[in-house]
């Protein structure tokens, strides 16, 4: 039996999936650290977990010299990532992350606080943006305004491990919005015990524009379009290829 295994489970586990982060990674997990050193279960109660998915670059080496456990994903799929990190956790709470953003200093116990009664199944912080302009401004509008109607948001997303495995995680056949279904899944499983989703706003984390940086602060209206265009004309695979450029191959 190895140390981890006889010691005490953590009460969290931070999962991240990981592609090539080595430029973003580093900031996130200082946020980490200062929200695991504030939270009053103290920073032991708190595991970190990067799921390498096939990284080329140092991201892995980071995340262990950083203290983090690594578990290598091969299959490159966000979704895939997200639930072999899952996998290996100790923690009764999940918690996951995209390895650009920074979190909240009071993430954990504000996530304590709430989960700690039966009300809730599973919920998200929100984000803030660390940059704006008017086509980002626009873009936000329209993704508030879809968390509004929807009732679910981003940013870190947190559930009980058992209710996670209930539905089995992510759906790995998705290669983007894997994020939306997990929840509204949720969802489903919390109406049928008369519990909801939670949006946790006060800990907001803050995520990178890092694909405003690259695509240009109007790109998510044309991608929409696109997107739209090809399902209605029954070009699936356009899309698809339009994905894995946009997530899986934009490093």
Same mark, same amino acid.
């Given at each position: 039996?190895?140390?981890?295994?006889?010691? %005490?489970? %953590?009460?969290?586990?931070?999962?991240?999936?990981?592609?090539? +982060?080595?430029?973003?990674?580093?900031?996130?997990?200082?946020?980490?650290?200062?929200?695991?050193?504030?939270?009053?279960?103290?920073?032991?109660?708190?595991?970190?977990?990067?799921? /390498?998915?096939?990284?080329?670059?140092?991201?892995?080496?980071?995340?262990?010299?950083?203290?983090?456990?690594?578990?290598?994903?091969?299959?490159?799929?966000?979704?895939?990532?997200?639930?072999?990190?899952?996998?290996?956790?100790?923690?009764?709470?999940?918690?996951?992350?995209?390895?650009?953003?920074?979190?909240?200093?009071?993430?954990?116990?504000?996530?304590?606080?709430?989960?700690?009664?039966?009300?809730?199944?599973?919920?998200?912080?929100?984000?803030?943006?660390?940059?704006?302009?008017?086509?980002?401004?626009?873009?936000?509008?329209?993704?508030?305004?879809?968390?509004?109607?929807?009732?679910?948001?981003?940013?870190?997303?947190?559930?009980?491990?058992?209710?996670?495995?209930?539905?089995?995680?992510?759906? +790995? /056949?998705?290669?983007?919005?894997? /994020?939306?279904?997990?929840?509204?899944?949720?969802?489903?499983?919390?109406?049928?015990?008369?519990?909801?989703?939670?949006?946790?706003?006060?800990?907001?984390?803050?995520?990178?524009?890092?694909?405003?940086?690259?695509?240009? /602060?109007?790109?998510?209206?044309?991608?929409?379009?696109?997107?739209?265009?090809?399902?209605?004309?029954?070009?699936?695979?356009?899309?698809?290829?339009?994905?894995?450029?946009?997530?899986?191959?934009?490093?």
């Amino acid at each position: 039996m190895t140390d981890e295994d006889s010691s %005490p489970p %953590p009460c969290f586990s931070l999962v991240i999936p990981a592609y090539n +982060e080595e430029d973003y990674l580093p900031r996130l997990l200082d946020t980490v650290d200062a929200a695991r050193q504030t939270y009053r279960g103290g920073p032991e109660a708190i595991e970190v977990i990067v799921a /390498d998915n096939a990284s080329t670059d140092r991201t892995a080496t980071i995340a262990a010299e950083r203290g983090c456990r690594v578990v290598p994903v091969t299959r490159r799929a966000i979704a895939a990532a997200r639930n072999g990190g899952a996998a290996v956790a100790r923690g009764e709470i999940l918690c996951f992350v995209d390895a650009d953003f920074q979190i909240h200093l009071d993430t954990f116990g504000a996530i304590d606080e709430l989960m700690s009664g039966k009300r809730v199944v599973a919920g998200a912080t929100g984000v803030r943006l660390e940059r704006w302009s008017l086509g980002i401004a626009c873009t936000y509008v329209l993704m508030v305004s879809m968390v509004v109607v929807l009732g679910m948001d981003t940013g870190v997303v947190f559930v009980r491990r058992e209710d996670f495995e209930t539905i089995g995680g992510y759906n +790995e /056949d998705r290669l983007f919005a894997e /994020d939306v279904q997990f929840l509204l899944d949720m969802r489903r499983l919390g109406k049928s015990r008369g519990q909801r989703l939670h949006r946790l706003t006060e800990v907001k984390a803050l995520s990178s524009t890092r694909k405003f940086d690259r695509w240009g /602060d109007w790109h998510f209206f044309r991608m929409i379009s696109q997107h739209l265009w090809w399902m209605l004309r029954g070009r699936s695979a356009n899309s698809e290829r339009l994905a894995r450029r946009y997530w899986y191959e934009d490093r």
